[in-house]
C-alpha cells in the first residue's frame, strides 16, 4: 500500500535524527548525565506499556517543508497509532491498530485489515526487547566505548538533561548516522519515482531536493528524566548539502517526543462496523 513507502521515507529521516541523537548524547555526555540518559533510555526501549507523542518538523532554508505528529500507544502485544503528515501544501492522516491479533489501518474513509501473522512492522507492539539480551549488551558495549573523554559536554539541570554540538564537536559516527538516512531517503525516491504521479503526496515527497556532500552543522537536544524514566526527548539537527543543480540547502530537522502514561497505556481499536474493509496481502513493503 502506498502509505506504508511514504511512511518509510518519512521515517527514515527521523529515525536518522534520533540515531544521530542518541549517539551524540552517548559521545557527549558528563559522567552522571551520561549514565542517565542511557539508563532511561534503555528502559524506554524496552518498556511494553506507554504513550509516545511526537511533533516533527523539517525546514529548508527557513521554509518548511515536512511537518507532522503521531500518537502511538503500546499496551503489550497490542498497539494502535494516528499519523498526521504535512508536506508541501499536502496532509496525510493514518490511523493503525493491532488489538487481539487484528491488525486494522484506516486511510480517509478507507479500511483494511490484515492478519497477525502479517510481515510488516506495525508499530511498536510486535517489536520484543530485552535488556538483558546480547544484542542489548553488545549495543549498550558499543556505545559505551564510544564515550571516550568527550563525556563532559553534557549539563545535567534537576531533571533536565541537554547538550548542543557545532562542527568539529559532533563525532563522526554521527555524521555518518544522518548522512546514512540521508542516502538511504533518497535511493527509496530514487526507486518508486515512477509511481509519484499517481498520488498527490508521493509527488511532494519527490519534489523534495536530493542531497549530496551533506554535512552536519549543529545538532542539540534537551531530554527530561523522571526518575529512570525518559518523559521527554526534544532534538534538533541542522545539515547541508546542494541538490542535483548545485543550489546550497540548509535544512533544520526537529523532533519532539514526549512519553507518558507509562504501564497505564489502553490501545485505540479502529471501529469498522458499516465499513467496507479491503484484505491487505501480507507481506513487507518495499
Not at 557527549?28 to 518498556?47: D, F, H, I, N, P
Not at 557545532?166 to 509511481?195: C, F, H, M, R
Amino acid at each position: 500500500m502506498k502509505s506504508k513507502k511514504i511512511k518509510t521515507i518519512v521515517i527514515t529521516a527521523l529515525t536518522g535524527c534520533m540515531l544521530l541523537a542518541v549517539t551524540v548524547s552517548a559521545s557527549a555526555s558528563g559522567a552522571s548525565g551520561y549514565e542517565t540518559y542511557k539508563s532511561a533510555v534503555r528502559e524506554l526501549v524496552t518498556t511494553r506499556n506507554a504513550t509516545f507523542s511526537t511533533s516533527f518538523e523539517v525546514k529548508d532554508n527557513g521554509n518548511t517543508d515536512i511537518s507532522g505528529n503521531s500518537v502511538e500507544k503500546l499496551e503489550g502485544t497490542n498497539s494502535s497509532s494516528n499519523i498526521e503528515v504535512k508536506i508541501g501544501d499536502v496532509t496525510k492522516d493514518t490511523e493503525t491498530s493491532r488489538v487481539d491479533g487484528k491488525i486494522v489501518i484506516k486511510e480517509g474513509d478507507n479500511y483494511y485489515s490484515m492478519g497477525n501473522s502479517a510481515k510488516g512492522n506495525i508499530g511498536r507492539g510486535n517489536r520484543k526487547i530485552d535488556a538483558s539480551s546480547s544484542r542489548a549488551k553488545l549495543g549498550e558495549m558499543v556505545l559505551d566505548t564510544l564515550v571516550g573523554d568527550v563525556k563532559n559536554q553534557f549539563v545535567v539541570d534537576g531533571d533536565e538533561i541537554s547538550v548542543k554540538l557545532e562542527g568539529a564537536q559532533i563525532p563522526e559516527l554521527a555524521k555518518l548516522a544522518i548522512s546514512a538516512a540521508v542516502e538511504e531517503q533518497n535511493d527509496k525516491k530514487s526507486y518508486n519515482k515512477g509511481e509519484f504521479a499517481n498520488d498527490e503526496l508521493r509527488k511532494a515527497i519527490s519534489d523534495i531536493p536530493t542531497l549530496k556532500n551533506v554535512d552536519i552543522k549543529s545538532l542539540s537536544l534537551t531530554a527530561k528524566v523522571d526518575g529512570n524514566t525518559l518523559s521527554e526527548n526534544d532534538v534538533k539537527v541542522v545539515i547541508t548539502g546542494e541538490d542535483e543543480k548545485g543550489v546550497s540547502h540548509e535544512f533544520e530537522l526537529s523532533v519532539n517526543t514526549a512519553v507518558s502514561n507509562v504501564n497505564s497505556t489502553k490501545a485505540d481499536s479502529i471501529d469498522t462496523t458499516g465499513k467496507q474493509v479491503q484484505t491487505m496481502e501480507n507481506k513487507r513493503s518495499k
